[in-house]
Each structure stands twice: as structure tokens, then as C-alpha cells.
């Protein structure tokens, strides 16, 4: 596997590799992580079943439509492909260290820039791609609150459901979710897509992203994602705001989009989140 991996670096950089250096790295809950190196060069691989090698390309996707912004910090994709047995996916390795306030203030003016940077007139993606283990569904539609009514939270319900977990009547909820942003129809902008505190880290004092579920949607959604599983410092939405000002609204529509996130993490973890996502969705459907 490992002669196969260093051989499709190798083709991918141009320059002999042979790995003499592997460590095991942790940090992720679906896939296994490495570093790799042959004394000069250092690359992060990600490992998982061959039958989930679609995940690994629709992160490539998302990390090189990232990259192609020009805004924000990605690590640049390498290769990806199967062995007999095993998918991988190769990043140029970074290390990571802390960061100062002026950095999330950047990271913050970034991220605004990368949602001004690219647009669509419809909501979605070329393809399908993956939220953690969760196929993320994204044909293309020109209303954003049937969008996300149906491609977000109905979707993640009926997940749900198929494991007999029910939260209500689907329809209605999809029903209730498209009268709460009946009326907001944002910029179809470039999003991270899954953008909590574990997908962002800083190196050299400068803002890194990775792990995206990137489509084109409400900026909004990334800036909601960065307040559900710890807020990220106050100097960030500073910073984003200085680019470009959040529309009024916004604290409204937030918890209807980490309702999303939340009904994913059932999904992938079940009980410990279902309380949460329940109350969240009653709140929602009856304000």
C-alpha cells in the first residue's frame, strides 16, 4: 500500500519519493492520518476503505475550488486514489501552532473575501459530495429556502428516520423551514461548508482551512457553523464583518442552519445530540 502511495507521489510532484519516516496522527473520527516523509519532504495522508474513496474526491473538489479562490489558506491537495484494499487522499503537511488575535482578525477579512470571491445564480454543486460520513445531496435549485429546506434538513430527517429516529412529520418541518427563508435570498457564494473549530487551524500566524463540504449557498452558514460547537473569537466576525457586514436577519436564520449540523451529528453519533437537535427544531418551528 505504502509503495503504491509514494509511487503516486512521486508522479504527482515530479521528484523521487521513498518514504523512510511514518507517524500516525490523531485527530479525526473517520479516517486514519499519517505523516509521511523521505528525510526532505513531509505529506499528510488520510486512509480509509476503498469503497470510501468518493469521500476523498469530493474533499479534493472542495479543497481545489478552495484553492482556486485565492483567499483563504488551504493544504494543497497532492493525489488520491485506491490500493487493493485502501482509499488515500495526500495534503502537503503543515504545522500548525497558535495564533494571535490579529490572526483570526485576518482569518476573518479571508473567509469574507471567500465568499465574495465566486458565485452562481443557483444554489448547490456539480456533485454530490459528503458532510463526515453523510452523502451531502446538492442539484442545483434557484430558490434558496427549497434549497435548504430540502437538501439540508430534509434530507438529514429522512436519514434519520431510516434508523427510527423520528422527529415530527418530515413535510411539515420541510414545510416550516421554507417559511422561514421564504424571503431571504442571498448571493449563492463559495462555503467551507463545515466550518467548526476543528477544521480551522493557523500556521506561521496565517489561517488555515481543510475537511470542507464545500457548495455554493448563504455565507451565512459558515459564519453559523463558527458559533455551534465553541465561538470562535470575537476578533474574527470582526474581522469578517469589516469585508462585508452580515445582513440583518442573521441571528434568526443561524439556528435554522446549524439545525443541519446538528441532525448530522445524530446521524453519526446518535443520542448525545438528539435532545439538542429536538429543542432546536421545536424553537424553530414554533417562532
Not at 429522512?158 to 427510527?164: G, P, Q, S, V
Not at 435570498?185 to 496565517?206: E, I, M, T, Y
Request: proline residues 3%; negative net charge.
Amino acid at each position: 500500500m505504502w509503495q503504491v502511495i509514494a509511487h503516486q507521489i512521486a508522479e504527482a510532484t515530479g521528484k523521487d519519493f521513498i518514504i523512510c519516516e511514518k507517524k500516525p496522527l490523531s485527530g479525526g473520527d473517520i479516517h486514519q492520518a499519517f505523516r509521511i516523509s523521505d528525510g526532505r519532504h513531509s505529506y499528510f495522508v488520510k486512509l480509509n476503505d476503498k469503497e470510501r474513496v468518493d469521500m476523498f474526491r469530493g474533499e479534493w473538489n472542495g479543497l481545489d475550488h478552495l484553492r482556486r479562490s485565492q483567499t483563504v489558506t488551504i493544504p494543497r491537495p497532492i493525489c488520491s486514489g485506491t490500493t487493493a484494499a485502501t482509499s488515500f487522499l495526500v495534503l502537503e503537511y503543515l504545522s500548525f501552532g497558535d495564533a494571535e488575535e490579529e490572526d483570526w482578525y485576518m482569518f476573518g477579512r479571508q473567509l469574507a473575501q471567500l465568499h465574495q470571491s465566486q458565485h452562481q445564480p443557483m444554489y448547490g454543486w456539480d456533485e454530490d459530495n459528503f458532510l463526515g460520513l453523510s452523502v451531502q445531496p446538492n442539484s442545483w435549485h434557484k430558490k434558496w429556502a427549497m434549497f435548504f429546506a430540502e437538501q439540508r434538513i430534509g434530507w438529514q430527517l429522512k436519514l434519520l428516520e431510516e434508523k427510527n429516529i423520528r422527529l415530527g412529520a418530515i413535510e411539515e418541518i420541510i414545510g416550516g423551514i421554507k417559511l422561514h427563508l421564504i424571503h431571504h435570498q442571498p448571493r449563492a457564494s463559495l462555503l467551507h461548508g463545515d466550518l467548526w473549530r476543528g477544521n480551522v487551524a493557523f500556521c506561521d500566524h496565517v489561517g488555515v482551512v481543510f475537511d470542507p463540504a464545500s457548495y455554493f449557498g448563504d455565507r451565512e452558514t459558515d459564519i453559523a457553523m463558527t458559533e455551534l460547537f465553541g465561538q470562535f473569537p470575537q476578533v474574527f466576525y470582526q474581522g469578517y464583518n469589516r469585508v462585508w457586514p452580515l445582513e440583518a436577519g442573521y441571528r434568526e436564520r443561524r439556528d435554522i442552519y446549524n439545525l443541519y449540523h446538528l441532525l448530522n451529528h445524530v446521524n453519526h453519533f446518535g443520542e448525545p445530540y438528539l435532545a439538542q437537535a429536538k429543542e432546536s427544531l421545536y424553537r424553530i418551528i414554533a417562532s
